[in-house]
């Protein structure tokens, strides 16, 4: 210890070193545009309206006449489309971009009342109900692009009778099989059972059916429950839902509970399988089948595989559920008629909503890119089959007190830990108490 | 004692130091008072004026030196509990977190495309120079020309009131002109509310070229303060923050706003059949659950603390910093790399040993794994603070209890261990406290999981307090229920500081204070 | 130690080392097995190139290459977040050090009025459960970035700021218990020769407790430099060039559908080894002889 004075000093100097040095790099990096984060959009940003937009990774609102925030994937587009409606409108439009789409709402929930949100965002109808409940979405009125995208779509986008959000991209799983291990599709869920049990049990693969389990059963196992009939809310005469009514508890949903059950004792169907297991099970050639959906593409570049609808179950039409995402702008928002202007005149058009489809190949909702893409890629026209009798996920911010429930029930049943039709009851039960407590 | 004060360096920091205190205070509170930010200004007021004092007195010692530290805790530890004790008396939830009137300008916002109406080419106007009244010049779909204003609802045009410019595009309509994009953008909070009543409806401008016939759906009367939806005649009445129907159902398409509900949330917790059903299992697990982390955390630090502690061991500083390592990688991910080792069929743990040990699934075996994840999380933290607390223990009084004839674990258990828990024992106090509420381990490895069977409201095997109290509040039958989480943990904080509370006197640690 | 050792044959001296040395070295070996057990499945899924899976992580992949380790630096702004934690948790855990400090010593050396009830109340205030005090900060910092932008949300000083909310408590205990081992014949005399408290501070009492100095700052380092809670209720999303590493590498793997645990388990990897060989440097100070310092005075 050299003694007290310059200790203190040396202390106060650390101190203040520590404050200059953070505020700099503050000053620093707000002025700094991120062009490493521009990956793929590497070459529409060095356009004439290079200034007028502006790509950073920002939770805060960016001062532009119009901000979009969007996930990484999406990004690139809405810069390219932004750069060119800033350049023919003479306005600034800022892309921020969000890690990932599931964070979407929830930073627009805590950021848009406070002024600091975006005008537009990109979000998906399972959320809809809350983003509704909670005043943070305008609605959107589609009618004039109405004729050019799927209805199911729209529908999906629609509460209380308006439109929400211009839908760009729906997805559903559909059935995968390795078609060196099985050469000919099956033509009921019980000659699939038959042929995946059938090849693990003569060891040339090592589990029959790869779907995962845990907290993503409920809507990977639905187009196994809907081909009994399953459905999640009964409907009431005006098609409003009826909370009172779960489908666990009804007839059908009881005896799905028992094929659920056989499936588990089987092996069919296993608990332990999560997101990571199934890709690399299908993806290295020891599983035949998998139910998941585009997005696992990716990972079974190594193996022959057609997509395809999962077959009846019991004689049942397997119903998967639809996911649609969709462009969306903000009740906060001050630039309202910006935003809606650049979706209905720049993202509606069959050239935006193709490159949504380029950068991230799921089932476009555009009728005229749908119909090239099912002439074109067979996978993705697989996944569009088996979207076309899909159930859309119900909406409503009730569909939060479900989840849980019904997970916890499949896990009981196919670990065969206790009744299954206990087990589905009491998921019930527990539903229904839950949306009665508010 | 000095009797007054001398000019040394330390004198000067400390003026400047208050000089810069109180330099900051001006500055800020100017720009407060024109937020109107009345928290911030009382807190930097009375922050102000307390360091003043402390500084500036002879007799305040103790408080010199525990402001510094006490602000920051005040700040961000103290203020987040009182903003959570106010939130658990509203009802903060999902579709309740606007205010009133933003709630009403957002149902009033809500406009249904009349089926089958016109549908208008536009320019938006404005009159004189751009910046007096909106109008819109509408072509309709027969091509005629009109111009709506607010007042004066829609007029046809003759074709020479148009002007238009080089390029045929309209440039201004009888006293008013095409508004420049740069007016338009600062004008669209007006636009949006702009209505040219027509018979059909109003006509009201969807993008910046086009305009369509809307009706609007839900009207607010303030006088009895109450919602009509115009198109069915439907009234709806106010209640708890939300618009409801004659049965008491509240609008889903209508957002809902704060209010204080007093000691609602409390109620619920305390009363809910649901909560209270599995309650009292999940709450003994929880005891359990921290009890034992902390036990065989400190059991297992404080051995190796004690094994490495030794003055000619060869390798210890290697072996002491690759103990460190389960401390220095993130937490959620050891959580995950868990998860997948103990996966029954495709796990390694169960590949390597040639079991097949059901870890996650099984009620009593998952309640292991949770430990065991625990275990291997918290036993550096111990380790450390073990290791610190013994270089506190003077060698000589274990020399002189080994010279006395004590075995070397006599001379540990009578003299290390006691000296040693007088540091400690705080600690795990805390460390117990933190476990008590230590949601990650619980969620990340297992989701609280395996499910109990049966449970009146979702419950699983590992689930404990916190985290069976907060998928009920943000699960519930309508999203996320902030209020209720608020006043959860508030009676969770309760909970735990009175256990603490409890075990300080236990252990007698308060007592050796004075 | 104390006791002479005999030299007669080398059975009884390995029988000596074993009682003496031995079982310390088996008890080391079983616990790294134990700790570093899983570290090198995280090793592994670092190697492995194609790595979009963690949980089903082969021990030797089957392609290795250190793709993940390089990508990290060149495609990410990895760097940023590693010099940003650094700053943050580094400036945060010495200031939260100094500030326990001072506390330790007014509650273990000077005597007044609330002195236990405020030693009991900093211990307690801090078992708020965290997982709800994030909206809380999350509105805090809103009001005060209004304010003060350059400390507000968003800002790295900001989450500096927020740290030192921690500063009391835990710490302060831990340092407490260890001022008290020290002779108040020290500061009694000392004060006779007519010391300040100040001087008294600084010159007797904090170079005799350096060892829980450096526990303490190496304790908040640690625990700053991994959080994720209030580092993500700061700083958000956000700007990614402001990101500490462990909002930065979450976000790796917070998408669902395309995590990238490959490029997370190197991420980790390289952020462990700063905390590593800090405590190889500061093991000196927290496991040096000064025992025998604090007696001789």
């Not at chain 1, 890119?369 to 009798?389: K, Y």
């Not at chain 2, 993008?207 to 069915?232: G, M, P, W």
């Not at chain 2, 735990?496 to 007592?511: D, G, H």
């Not at chain 3, 190697?47 to 630096?73: E, H, I, Y």
């Amino acid at each position: 210890m050299r003694g007290r004075k310059t200790t203190i000093i040396g202390v106060l100097l650390a101190f203040v070193l520590l404050i200059a040095g953070c505020g700099d790099d503050e000053a620093e990096t707000t002025t700094t545009v991120a062009p490493e984060t521009t990956t793929t959009a590497a070459e529409t940003t060095t356009t004439a309206a290079e200034e007028t937009t502006t790509t950073t990774m920002l939770i805060v609102r960016e001062d532009a006449d119009l901000v979009i925030w969007a996930d990484d994937t999406r990004t690139p587009i809405f810069e390219a489309f932004a750069q060119q409606y800033a350049a023919d409108n003479g306005i600034t439009v800022a892309v921020q971009e969000i890690p990932a789409i599931e964070e979407i709402d929830d930073r627009v929930g805590e950021r848009a009342p406070l002024g600091e949100g975006p005008d537009i965002f990109i979000s998906a109808n399972d959320v809809l109900g809350g983003l509704v409940a909670d005043g943070l979405v305008e609605p959107l009125d589609l009618t004039s692009v109405a004729d050019d995208f799927a209805q199911g779509a729209i529908d999906a986008f629609t509460f209380g009778g308006l439109a929400y959000a211009l839908p760009y991209a729906t997805e559903s799983v559909a059935l995968i099989r390795n078609t060196d291990l099985v050469p000919e599709a099956p033509a009921t869920f019980e000659e699939l059972e038959e042929i995946a049990l059938g090849l693990v049990a003569s060891g040339e693969a090592e589990i029959p059916l790869a779907v995962q389990a845990g907290s993503g059963a409920p809507y990977h196992y639905f187009p196994l429950y809907s081909a009994f009939g399953g459905y999640v809310f009964g409907t009431n005469a005006d098609g409003s839902f009826n909370f009172a009514d779960i489908g666990f508890a009804s007839e059908a949903g009881l005896a799905a509970a028992d094929a659920f059950a056989a499936w588990g004792a089987s092996g069919l169907l296993d608990w332990d399988i999560t997101y990571d297991i199934m890709l690399e099970k299908f993806g290295d050639g020891s599983a035949p089948f998998a139910i998941t959906g585009p997005w696992a593409l990716p990972s079974f570049e190594g193996v022959n595989f057609v997509v395809e609808p999962i077959p009846p179950v019991q004689g049942g039409e397997a119903r998967p559920f639809i996911g649609v995402q969709g462009i969306m702008v903000s009740a906060f928002s001050e630039a309202k008629l910006f935003a809606t202007d650049f979706i209905l005149s720049f993202l509606a058009t069959e050239e935006a909503q193709q490159a949504f489809f380029d950068a991230d190949p799921r089932g476009p909702s555009h009728l005229a890119v749908l119909a090239r893409v099912q002439e074109t890629d067979p996978n993705l026209g697989g996944f569009a089959a088996s979207a076309a009798n899909g159930v859309p996920i119900p909406s409503v911010a009730e569909m939060g007190a479900v989840w849980t429930p019904w997970q916890d029930a499949y896990q009981i049943i196919v670990t065969g830990a206790g009744d299954a039709r206990e087990a589905f009851q009491n998921a019930a039960e527990q539903i229904v108490t839950a949306i009665a407590a508010g | 004692m000095r009797s007054r004060p001398s000019f040394t360096t330390g004198f000067v920091v400390k003026l400047l130091f208050l000089a810069g205190v109180n330099a900051i205070a001006v500055w800020s509170l100017p720009t407060m008072i024109e937020q109107s930010w009345v928290p911030g200004i009382v807190a930097v007021t009375l922050m102000t004026l307390l360091i003043d004092y402390v500084y500036l007195r002879k007799r305040t010692i103790p408080l010199k030196y525990l402001v510094p530290g006490t602000i920051f805790a005040l700040i961000f530890q103290v203020v987040p509990v009182i903003y959570t004790g106010y939130i658990s008396f509203t009802n903060y939830s999902t579709g309740n977190r606007l205010t009133k009137d933003q709630a009403i300008e957002n149902a009033e916002r809500k406009f249904s495309n009349v089926p089958g109406s016109q549908r208008y080419e536009l320019v938006i106007l404005g009159q004189g120079d751009g910046s007096g009244e909106l109008a819109l010049y509408l072509v309709d779909e027969a091509g005629r020309p009109f111009l709506g204003t607010a007042e004066g609802g829609l007029q046809e045009l003759a074709p020479t009131d148009i002007v238009t410019d080089d390029g045929g595009k309209v440039a201004s309509v009888d006293g008013y002109v095409a508004l420049s994009i740069r007016q338009l953008g600062d004008r669209q909070g007006e636009l949006a509310s702009l209505e040219v009543q027509t018979e059909e409806g109003a006509i009201r401008a969807v993008t910046l070229s086009k305009a369509a016939v809307y009706t609007r759906i839900y009207s607010y009367d303030e006088a009895s303060n109450t919602l009509r939806n115009n198109e069915t005649g439907e009234v709806y009445t106010v209640e708890e923050g939300r618009f409801v129907d004659a049965q008491g159902v509240a609008l889903s398409d209508v957002p809902g706003w704060q209010v204080y509900v007093g000691f609602g949330n409390y109620t619920k917790v305390l009363t809910s059949q649901a909560i209270r059903g599995p309650f009292l299992r999940v709450f003994v697990w929880n005891y359990a659950f921290a009890l034992l982390s902390v036990l065989s955390t400190f059991a297992l630090g404080l051995g190796l603390a004690v094994a490495l502690n030794h003055q000619t061991m060869k390798g210890r500083r290697i072996y002491r910093s690759l103990l460190i390592i389960p401390y220095a990688l993130p937490s959620f991910m050891s959580a995950l790399i868990f998860r997948g080792l103990l996966n029954q069929d495709f796990g390694v743990i169960n590949q390597i040993l040639g079991f097949n040990v059901n870890w996650l699934n099984d009620p009593w075996l998952a309640k292991a794994s949770v430990l065991l994840l625990n275990l291997w999380l918290g036993f550096p933290y111990m380790f450390l603070i073990s290791l610190g607390a013994l270089q506190a223990i003077p060698n000589e009084l274990k020399e002189a209890a080994l010279m006395d004839g004590a075995t070397a674990r006599q001379a540990f258990r009578r003299v290390t261990f006691p000296l040693l828990m007088v540091t400690v024992a705080p600690l795990l106090i805390s460390s117990f406290a933190f476990n008590f509420n230590n949601f990650n381990t619980i969620f990340l490895l297992n989701s609280g999981g395996p499910p109990i069977q049966g449970a009146a409201t979702p419950a699983g095997h590992t689930d404990i307090l916190i985290s069976f109290t907060f998928r009920l509040a943000f699960e519930g039958g309508r999203g996320a229920d902030y209020g209720l989480a608020s006043a959860i943990a508030i009676m969770i904080f309760i909970m735990v500081a009175t256990i603490s509370a409890l075990s300080f006197r236990r252990t007698r640690v308060l007592e050796e204070l004075s | 130690m104390t006791r002479p050792a005999p030299r007669r044959s080398v059975g009884l001296r390995l029988w000596r080392w074993a009682q003496e040395l031995g079982w310390r070295h088996l008890v080391a070996l079983l616990a790294l097995m134990f700790a570093l057990f899983p570290v090198v499945w995280v090793i592994s899924a670092s190697l492995n190139p194609v790595g979009s899976t963690l949980a089903s992580q082969k021990l030797f992949p089957s392609d290795p290459s250190f793709d993940n380790f390089r990508d990290l630096f060149t495609t990410t702004a990895y760097g940023r977040w590693f010099v940003n934690t650094l700053l943050v948790a580094g400036g945060a855990a010495f200031l939260n050090t100094v500030l326990a400090a001072f506390a330790a010593y007014a509650f273990s050396r000077l005597r007044f009025r609330g002195r236990r009830g405020g030693l009991l109340t900093v211990l307690l205030i801090q078992m708020f459960p965290q997982v709800l005090a994030f909206v809380a900060i999350f509105v805090l910092m809103d009001g005060i970035g209004d304010v003060f932008s350059a400390i507000g949300d968003g800002t790295r000083l900001g989450l500096l700021l927020v740290y030192l909310g921690g500063a009391m408590g835990v710490n302060t205990w831990l340092m407490k218990g260890f001022f008290d081992t020290i002779p108040v014949d020290l500061d009694e005399s000392a004060k006779v020769d007519g010391a300040t408290h100040l001087q008294i501070y600084f010159r007797i009492i904090v170079p005799l407790v350096l060892p829980i100095l450096a526990v303490v700052f190496f304790l908040s380092f640690i625990f700053l430099f991994n959080d994720f809670v209030l580092a993500r209720a700061v700083l958000g999303v956000g700007n990614e060039e402001n990101l500490t590493l462990s909002v930065g590498l979450y976000n790796f793997v917070s998408d669902r559908f395309s995590a990238r645990w490959g490029i997370f388990a190197a991420g980790a990897l390289v952020a462990a080894l700063p905390i590593i060989v800090l405590f190889q440097f500061l093991q000196r100070y927290i496991v040096s002889g000064l025992t025998q310092g604090a007696v001789k005075g």
